[in-house]
């Protein structure tokens, strides 16, 4: 279960990223394509979204994570590039 939120956190990652991409990038020199991608990349990411803090919760017992600990990896999926850290400082060495 660890490798499959290992995967969805950098996924998770990704996804945010392209999401920012598409509105400051795309979306003031081509509105008609910022509008077709935005639904498959908001949707992407927000299962994604869900999909990490799910798995968050049920590997949290089996990781040992503190609260604090858990805290920080919650609030990661919440900022740009958050993920990134959490799959290199967290999850690095356990998979």
Do not use: C
Not at 7 to 26: D, K, R
Not at 44 to 55: C, E, N, R
Not at 74 to 84: C, N, Q, R, Y
């Amino acid at each position: 279960m660890l490798k499959i939120f290992k995967v969805t956190a950098i996924l998770e990652g990704i996804s945010y990223l392209v999401l920012f991409a598409n509105m400051l990038l795309i979306k003031n020199n081509n509105p008609e394509l910022y509008h077709t991608l935005l639904r498959p990349l908001g949707m992407t990411h927000g299962v994604l979204f869900i999909g990490y803090i799910i798995l968050a919760f049920l590997i949290k017992k089996s990781m040992n994570w503190d609260l604090k600990t858990f805290a920080i990896i919650l609030i990661a999926s919440l900022v740009p590039f958050g993920t990134f850290y959490v799959e290199k400082k967290y999850l690095e060495n356990n998979a």
